[in-house]
T-cell receptor, first 116, second 116 residues
Framework: AQKVTQAQTEISVVEKEDVTLDCVYE???????LFWYKQPPSGELVFLIR??????QNEISGRYSWNFQKSTSSFNFTITASQVVDSAVYFC?????????????FGTGTRLTIIP | GAGVSQSPSNKVTEKGKDVELRCDPI?????LYWYRQSLGQGLEFLIY????????KSGLPSDRFSAERTGGSVSTLTIQRTQQEDSAVYLC??????????????FGPGTRLLVL
């Protein structure tokens, strides 16, 4: 069975600090997809990134970066120079691999608070 | 372009009543998902539609829950004889439905259901 663990329930950092959100996953499949979504106070889930299991290259998008390590089954998310607008709940998710239903298995989320 | 829309935004109902929640996916997306977000259970998959195929109902928690999708577009999630434990945010997502690398799910704003 698939499982996603986000051990950090809540994190608070002062604005401009860097922060890393951890995500550990479990799957028996060799082909899978990992995602991060952001859920701001408005409630809508905003897609941030999708990564497939064959691509272990780290990715950077502005202040956001992702570190995918298959050896430790982790897909961590780092925000550099954090801003108040980064305050949200962040979810890591794993997709089922059988074609036709890529339902997402979500972690429990990490609530990030950026203190001005 | 327009994203996924859901209605109503909020719904308050009395225990035992039936409710209908509506989802309008992104135009051109053939795959549609329903998820539920509750305090005790986190984000959990409910049901999946892909084109004209039979839906994957494996996530529905009980036979009080049903969903349909008319004309391959709009979907309605129906909860019969609502219970207090049905109180949650119901999220709809859609994706292109072509499988593989293109399958990122985009979420609507959700319907917040409160059963009194």
């Amino acid at each position: 069975a698939q499982k996603v663990t986000q051990a950090q329930t809540e994190i608070s950092v002062v604005e401009k600090e860097d922060v890393t959100l951890d995500c550990v996953y479990e799957t028996r499949d060799t082909t899978y997809y990992l995602f991060w979504y952001k859920q701001p106070p408005s409630g809508e889930l905003v897609f941030l990134i999708r990564r497939n299991s064959f691509d272990e290259q780290n990715e950077i998008s502005g202040r956001y970066s992702w570190n995918f390590q298959k050896s430790t089954s982790s897909f961590n998310f780092t925000i550099t120079a954090s801003q108040v607008v980064d305050s949200a709940v962040y979810f890591c998710a794993l997709s089922d691999t059988y074609f036709g239903n890529e339902k997402l298995t979500f972690g429990t989320g990490t609530r990030l608070t950026i203190i001005p | 372009g327009a994203g996924v829309s859901q209605s109503p935004s909020n719904k308050v109902t009395e225990k035992g009543k039936d409710v209908e929640l509506r989802c309008d996916p992104i135009s051109g997306h053939t795959a549609l998902y329903w998820y539920r977000q509750s305090l005790g259970q986190g984000l959990e998959f409910l049901i999946y539609f892909q084109g004209n195929s039979a839906p994957d109902k494996s996530g529905l928690p009980s036979d009080r829950f049903s969903a349909e999708r008319t004309g391959g577009s709009v979907s309605t999630l129906t909860i019969q004889r609502t219970q207090q434990e049905d109180s949650a945010v119901y999220l709809c997502a859609s994706s292109l439905g072509e499988g593989g690398r293109k399958e990122t799910q985009y979420f609507g704003p959700g319907t917040r259901l409160l059963v009194l």
